[in-house]
């Protein structure tokens, strides 16, 4: 949410989320009228509402590695929201990795 809010303070008109949660993509793209019975999913749909343009895209897990690592680490220090100016050192290293598997995928193709 605190993302959310931040895109509509800013003024952006274009919003884009990528979520793990399978179940939660599909129920807030299923009722864009608020019709949920979870409160949060209802919030998420009225900021929502009110942009110009969004999508909410299902990203399994092990294909966003970046973000997921950076949900582990908001959740370990129990911050609601964190900027960083320099990107933090295991993000770094997915970043290498998965850099290096790609490269390497491009050279020895299967």
Same mark, same amino acid.
């Given at each position: ?6 895109v =509509?303070?800013?003024?952006?008109? %274009? ?22 019975? /979870? ?6 749909? =009225?900021?929502?509402a009110? %942009? ?9 897990? %092990?294909? /966003? ?27 770094? %290293?997915?970043? =290498?990795?998965? /850099? ?11």
């Amino acid at each position: 949410m605190d993302g959310l809010f931040i895109v =509509q303070k800013q003024g952006y008109n %274009e919003v884009i989320i990528r979520s793990n949660n399978l179940k939660n993509v599909i129920y807030t793209s299923e009722s864009k009228s608020g019709g949920s019975k /979870n409160a949060l999913i209802r919030r998420i749909q =009225q900021v929502l509402a009110s %942009e110009e343009s969004w999508s909410l895209t299902y990203v399994p897990r %092990e294909t /966003n590695r970046v973000a997921n690592a950076l949900a582990k680490m908001a959740l370990l220090s129990g911050d609601s929201l964190r900027i960083f100016e320099v990107s933090p050192i295991r993000i770094k %290293e997915i970043l =290498q990795e998965d /850099n290096f598997v790609d490269n390497f995928l491009m050279n020895h193709p299967m």
